[in-house]
């Protein structure tokens, strides 16, 4: 897998931690079950951190798909995007060399 594809799911899979723990109904359940909801900062770092080491045009687009969408980064299975259910064209097999994108809903792609 291309590394700043796998730098892309380390910063959605930070970022959807962070919204978890910031609303306040999630953040109460995860006290009540004995997780530390106030490492807020920590997880921030680690997101700039992680963010730092994909190409700037990259965390914009990323950006961008996460205020339309939930995930930004989706898996595909047989040629399907599991998030709008599109076919993929068999052009756009996986290679390492290339970041894919979805021909419909634009978000990027890993193949499962």
Known sequence: MNAQLEALIMLQDIDLM???VTDQKTASKMSQIGFDVNEVGRL??????VAG???PEL???YQR???RYQRAIVPVRNQVCLA???KQPTKDLPTDAKIRTCQRCNRFLYYI
């Open 65 to 67: 798909l996460m205020q």
């Open 84 to 86: 709008c259910f599109v």
């Open 53 to 55: 080491k994909i190409e």
């Open 18 to 20: 962070i919204q978890e």
């Open 59 to 61: 965390v914009t687009i």
């Open 44 to 49: 921030r770092e680690a997101r700039d951190e």
